[in-house]
């Protein structure tokens, strides 16, 4: 999934950081989830894995594909129904669709007319399956990933859903199709959407991975309408691109003070063996304040690989960015001394 700071390009970095520790099983705790990249790879390594972040869509990656150890039997069938359903308007419809804001002084245009009222049924007809017991909960969430999965594929955005773009993206043409994920490997997880230092104290570990925001850009508004699908509470959207509240789910990783405070709550309370934060050199924290924090509790150790920027789809490949839109992913990895 198009997701800024995804790490699939980077697991094997983060993965041979634990590995060549002599860390090979237990418990990982990836306490700012996202797509839940990093927590899917560990769990086919074969570790428990506890997956958390502050955002619902988050957590339905986390639930379906962490704590549930099966694809449900009938997946596929269920897939075939939903992705036959005829369209039916309703939220995304009348919200994020043009036909649906027709009037308004900029309509919206983050779905084609027809995928929009497909989500609408989709999303839909999957709450009727729940509110009749006709499935189980795991299927819930894993219907509910996949619908997740397939909407970034038809948004006609640059990538996130602060905008829209003006011209219709072909991609966003295409129909809407859910897809099933492919087998879950490895042990139960277990799923948690809590804050990060609230969480950290809680949990008892073998590895806590951090993977925060590293700049001021925040991700509940930038991931507003996954939000919205995610738990289908009919919000009062605002604004040229249709915002749902979402003060509180912003983060305090997207100031640089705050951000220093949270990484030293959890620090100061973290029970693990290692603790890894993934960040770049372009991070709102300087290098040397996040040493200095983690240092309180053992030795750190800075890895670094080379690492092309997150680039929008409007970025043309003319687009420059300093050092040619190569930054330096930072991996700190500290060894706790001691136990609390
Ligand atoms: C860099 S992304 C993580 C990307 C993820 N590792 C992946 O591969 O997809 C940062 C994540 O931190 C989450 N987040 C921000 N503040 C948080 C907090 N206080 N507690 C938990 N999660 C938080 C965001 O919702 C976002 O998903």
Known sequence: MRYIGCK??????????????????????????GTVSVGRRFKSLGFTVYSNDILAFSYVFSRSYIQSTHTPADLTDMLAE??????????????????????????RRFFSNENAARIDAIRNRIDEWRSERAISDDAFYGLLACLLEAVPGVSNTSGTYGAFLKHWDPRALKPLVLESPGPVTGPAGFAYRQDAADLAGK?????????????TRQYASNYHILETIARWDNPAVYGVSGLRPWRAERSAWCR???????????????????????????????RERIVETLQ?????????????????????????YASNARV?????????????
């Not at 919200?95 to 308004?104: F, I, L, N, P, V």
């Not at 330096?328 to 609390?340: A, H, N, P, S």
């Open 8 to 33: 699939d390009n980077l697991l094997p970095f983060i993965e041979d950081a634990v590995l060549s520790r002599g860390i090979r099983t237990g418990t990982f705790a990836d306490l700012m989830a």
């Open 82 to 107: 939903l992705n036959a359903l005829p369209p039916q308007p309703g939220f995304i419809h009348r919200h994020y669709s043009e036909e649906g804001t027709r009037g308004a002084e900029r309509p």
């Open 203 to 215: 949990i008892v570990c073998d590895v806590l991975y951090l993977d925060p925001p590293y700049n």
């Open 256 to 286: 640089a003070d705050s951000a220093l405070m949270e990484l030293g709550r959890i620090v100061s309370t973290a029970q693990c063996r290692l603790l890894l934060l993934s960040y770049n050199c372009e991070g709102i924290m300087p």
């Open 296 to 320: 309180l509790r053992g030795t750190v150790e800075v890895l670094e690989q080379p690492y092309r920027r997150y680039r929008s789809d409007r970025d043309r490949e003319s687009r420059r």
């Open 328 to 340: 330096r992913e930072r991996l700190y990895v500290l060894t706790i001394e001691d136990t609390i």
